[in-house]
């Protein structure tokens, strides 16, 4: 629910670019270490493979060397 206000705020509100960029990448860094406590690595790196848009047909299995 924050993250809307916050975007609102820095949407509607006359403010330097430079408080914008910070104000953004806090809200991504604070986004990150969600996910971070939530998935382990392997889970992580298993959901960004799957997103990937490369990873379509026979180019999606994961192949171990």
């Known amino acids: 629910m924050f993250r809307y206000y916050a975007l609102f705020f820095l949407s509607h509100h006359s403010i330097s670019s430079e408080e914008r960029n910070l104000s953004v990448t806090y809200l991504l860094l604070n986004d990150a270490s969600i996910l ?30």
């Open 36 to 65: 971070l406590s939530r998935y382990s690595p392997l889970e992580l790196d298993y959901r960004y493979r799957r997103l990937k848009p490369q990873n379509i047909g026979h180019q999606s299995r994961i192949r171990i060397a």
